[in-house]
């Protein structure tokens, strides 16, 4: 039996969930929603930003605890914006050309790229990704050579790398000065290349226009390349020497089926001697 001039419940649902009435008033029925539940439960937070959001809300908050969310989150931005535009910077490199030679005894020569044509190449392009490279020379601690760190930045986070190198002069020419500027100049030049990833090429190795880099041989095209040269028997100092490359890999591409068919040619007139001397 209902009530009369009482609340009438009409639907009833669990227990957070707000519940509907029905009251007289004026002598017609007039429908009324409780108040929802204090026991709803609050959605979990979807994002760092909301979670720093809340904890400055509370009036408890510990000030340490929301230093370091916010810092948190700093870093983590920063760090992200860094490995984007290394990113976007890494497929607009070029391969620097190797200006510079360090002359060996029997007259050999070494090429490599000197940090100033690197650098001049590299710059401009640091600068619309909004990176920054810089270096700090130190001593090590038993004194000997001395240090280089290496640091790539941009905006609140940074890599880097520690170059150690030796300061002994390169030539007899050099004084202790000069040595040590040869010295973080190379220290300068490879901290570069590690934390850029840059790729260096002799002028000997661009294609007949010079405009282009020559493309190397792929690395099943290493082990062919190998595979003959032990075949032939030839030394493979000697083959290195005459294609002017200290690995097989760094053949150029277009110098490929010339290199095996000198491996095949080399390989037959050497039996044909033996045959010859039996």
Request: aromatic share 4%.
């Given at each position: 039996?209902?009530?009369?001039?009482?609340?009438?419940?009409?639907?009833?649902?669990?227990?957070?969930?707000?519940?509907?009435t029905k009251e007289k008033a004026g002598g017609r029925a007039v429908?009324?929603?409780?108040?929802?539940?204090?026991?709803?439960?609050?959605?979990?937070?979807?994002s760092v930003l909301e979670i720093i959001a809340r904890i400055a809300?509370?009036?408890?908050?510990?000030?340490?605890?929301?230093?370091?969310?916010?810092?948190?989150?700093?870093?983590?931005?920063?760090?992200?914006?860094?490995?984007?535009?290394?990113?976007?910077?890494?497929?607009?490199?070029?391969?620097?050309?190797?200006?510079?030679?360090?002359?060996?005894?029997?007259?050999?020569?070494?090429?490599?790229?000197?940090?100033?044509?690197?650098?001049?190449?590299?710059?401009?392009?640091?600068?619309?990704?909004?990176?920054?490279?810089?270096?700090?020379?130190?001593?090590?601690?038993?004194?000997?050579?001395?240090?280089?760190?290496?640091?790539?930045?941009?905006?609140?986070?940074?890599?880097?790398?520690?170059?150690?190198?030796?300061?002994?002069?390169?030539?007899?020419?050099?004084?202790?000065?000069?040595?040590?500027?040869?010295?973080?100049?190379?220290?300068?030049?490879?901290?570069?290349?590690?934390?850029?990833?840059?790729?260096?090429?002799?002028?000997?190795?661009?294609?007949?226009?010079?405009?282009?880099?020559?493309?190397?041989?792929?690395?099943?095209?290493?082990?062919?390349?190998?595979?003959?040269?032990?075949?032939?028997?030839?030394?493979?100092?000697?083959?290195?020497?005459?294609?002017?490359?200290?690995?097989?890999?760094?053949?150029?591409?277009?110098?490929?089926?010339?290199?095996?068919?000198?491996?095949?040619?080399?390989?037959?007139?050497?039996?044909?001697?033996?045959?010859?001397?039996?």
């Amino acid at each position: 039996m209902k009530p009369n001039n009482e609340a009438e419940l009409f639907d009833i649902a669990d227990g957070d969930t707000p519940v509907a009435t029905k009251e007289k008033a004026g002598g017609r029925a007039v429908a009324k929603t409780a108040k929802p539940s204090k026991n709803l439960p609050v959605p979990a937070p979807t994002s760092v930003l909301e979670i720093i959001a809340r904890i400055a809300a509370d009036p408890n908050v510990d000030t340490d605890k929301m230093r370091a969310v916010i810092e948190i989150q700093r870093d983590t931005e920063a760090k992200q914006e860094f490995h984007d535009a290394l990113l976007k910077l890494d497929a607009e490199l070029p391969r620097i050309n190797r200006d510079g030679k360090i002359e060996l005894k029997g007259g050999k020569a070494i090429s490599f790229a000197s940090f100033e044509n690197l650098n001049k190449i590299i710059k401009p392009i640091l600068r619309q990704y909004g990176l920054r490279l810089n270096f700090q020379p130190d001593t090590p601690a038993n004194g000997q050579g001395i240090v280089v760190h290496c640091h790539l930045t941009k905006g609140l986070y940074r890599e880097s790398c520690t170059v150690p190198v030796s300061t002994a002069p390169a030539s007899p020419a050099m004084n202790a000065q000069q040595s040590v500027g040869a010295a973080i100049s190379y220290a300068k030049r490879y901290g570069a290349i590690a934390l850029l990833n840059i790729e260096t090429e002799a002028p000997d190795d661009r294609d007949r226009n010079g405009a282009e880099v020559a493309k190397t041989i792929t690395g099943p095209q290493a082990k062919q390349l190998l595979k003959a040269i032990d075949d032939c028997g030839i030394e493979p100092s000697r083959f290195m020497e005459k294609y002017k490359i200290t690995a097989a890999h760094e053949l150029p591409a277009r110098l490929f089926d010339e290199a095996i068919s000198s491996c095949k040619a080399y390989g037959e007139r050497a039996k044909g001697a033996a045959n010859v001397q039996k």
